[in-house]
């Protein structure tokens, strides 16, 4: 069947393509293999100024690439033109560092010489082509988050991007052809969810990196590990948003709302559990609310707004039954609940805050995936530390406190990849991304996400 570009705000066919038939991916995948014999022994300074032409040119075409973005899968127009701006800082931040990251390790002299050797260290050298399986919600950094990095270790790039964003993906594969890169250095494949197990079956293909569902990263995980091929994966999140008494509390709320209606409420790392302590649960609910219920929902094109649609009528209805089982065991609406009024044709939901929470409920262990946010009282430290692990998920998480000695427990017992206190969860190419538990294994960005697809070679000299 052809893949198609919806406009979830009005659910109109925006246009179709042909997905790539045996003979297409096989012309491509050969590509692949020959683009990666002379792309790996490129100097670090001739991949770095491709890199660096290839983010001036989405700075340059910023506006026309969020447009697509907004069109695509419904983020703010404003969101979409800061994950572009986003994108071209991380392509220059691996362009400047990747040689450091990537430079050879020499251990100790008195270590060397107990192995026997004149000389001793360790080289980071690339492995192959890599597939990318990537999802819609971040459409252009989700993809440069894996790409940038790949590229600059030698590596080349294969994204197999969700169906329902084909425009971006095939303006990701332009943007790095009309940057200079050799032909077959990234290459975008528009084929179904069913053709990726004979890709990553395929020998030439070198290692598999998966963003999104845990049943997706299950699949690509185990045929991954039958072949065994490297994989890395960043699935689901239900991360806590924890508030305790010394927090600043009206920061606090700025930073909730935010957090949780980010992308219209899709994304991995957004907050979606609020533990917050008896002592300020009433101030911050009360002021929790009154923020969630004055978001503007609206047409995304439009500057004025803060809540589009949801990318799929599918994501909407799974959305609302959520919220539906939770009603029916006893949550309290406290602001939303449904779909607006007015937004017919599109696939919205309404921001919406729910209280009373309980396990009977299936969104107290299920991830919500959009504009809703639950939230739960506690009596103590220890009993908000449990509730936050209470998850099969660990992607991040968010803890409100100026206590130094409960921030050290936070990150002594919290079941996560990261801790931001005071702040919002955030990715940047400076740090490590990942997480654990359900959330997936491996890191991402920073030199921990650069040499995932490395082979760490040892060199002996006697």
Excluded at 176 to 195: D, H, K, V, W
Excluded at 375 to 397: H, I, K, Q
Excluded at 416 to 432: I, R, W
Aim: charged share 25%; hydrophobic share 45%.
């Amino acid at each position: 069947m052809p893949i198609a570009s919806v406009n979830p705000a009005t659910g109109e066919i925006l246009q179709t393509f042909e997905p790539l038939d045996a003979a297409g991916t096989e012309q491509r995948l050969a590509r692949a293999e020959a683009a990666f014999h002379g792309w790996r022994t490129t100097p670090f300074a001739a991949r770095a100024e491709l890199l660096h032409r290839a983010a001036d040119l989405l700075d340059q075409d910023r506006e026309a690439l969020a447009r697509t973005m907004t069109e695509e899968m419904g983020k703010p127009l404003a969101a979409a033109r800061a994950e572009a701006a986003k994108c071209a800082k991380a392509m220059r931040w691996y362009a400047d560092h990747a040689e450091d990251l990537l430079a050879d390790e020499h251990p100790a002299a008195a270590d060397v010489a107990d192995t026997g050797a004149s000389r001793a260290y360790v080289r980071y050298r690339p492995i192959g082509p890599v597939l990318a399986v990537m999802p819609w919600n971040f459409p252009f950094w989700q993809v440069i988050r894996f790409a940038a990095p790949a590229l600059m270790a030698g590596n080349v790039g294969l994204l197999k991007h969700a169906s329902n964003v084909p425009r971006t993906a095939l303006a990701i594969e332009d943007l790095f052809r009309r940057a200079g890169f050799p032909e077959g250095c990234f290459q975008t494949l528009l084929i179904g969810s069913g053709a990726v197990e004979g890709v990553i079956r395929d020998r030439r293909v070198a290692a598999v990196t998966l963003t999104g569902s845990e049943p997706a990263g299950r699949a690509v995980a185990a045929t991954a590990a039958d072949e065994v091929k490297k994989a890395v994966l960043e699935l689901g999140g239900s991360d806590p948003f924890v508030v305790l008494p010394s927090a600043d509390v009206a920061a606090a709320v700025r930073t909730a709302v935010t957090a949780r209606t980010q992308n219209n409420g899709q994304s991995c790392i957004a907050a979606k559990r609020f533990i917050v302590h008896t002592d300020v649960y009433d101030a911050f609910v009360g002021a929790f609310t009154e923020a969630m219920r004055a978001l503007r929902i609206g047409d995304p094109m439009d500057e004025a707004t803060d809540i589009g649609p949801l990318a799929s009528r599918q994501g909407r209805d799974d959305l609302e039954e959520l919220v539906e089982d939770a009603r029916t065991h006893g949550a309290r609406v406290e602001c939303g609940g449904g779909r607006p009024t007015g937004w017919d044709d599109g696939w919205f939901f309404e921001p919406t805050v729910l209280t009373g929470i309980t396990p009977a409920m299936r969104i107290h262990q299920e991830e919500t995936f959009g504009p809703v946010a639950t939230v739960y009282r506690v009596a103590d430290l220890d009993e908000a530390v449990a509730l936050a692990n209470d998850t099969p998920f660990g992607l991040s998480s968010n803890v409100w406190t100026t206590d130094g000695a409960e921030q050290e427990r936070f990150v002594r017992d919290v079941q996560a990849g990261g801790v931001f206190f005071n702040g919002m969860t955030a990715s940047h190419p400076a740090l490590p991304f990942g997480g654990v538990k359900r959330s997936g294994f491996g890191r991402e960005l920073s030199g921990h996400g650069i040499r995932e697809f490395c082979n760490v070679t040892t060199v002996w000299i006697g």
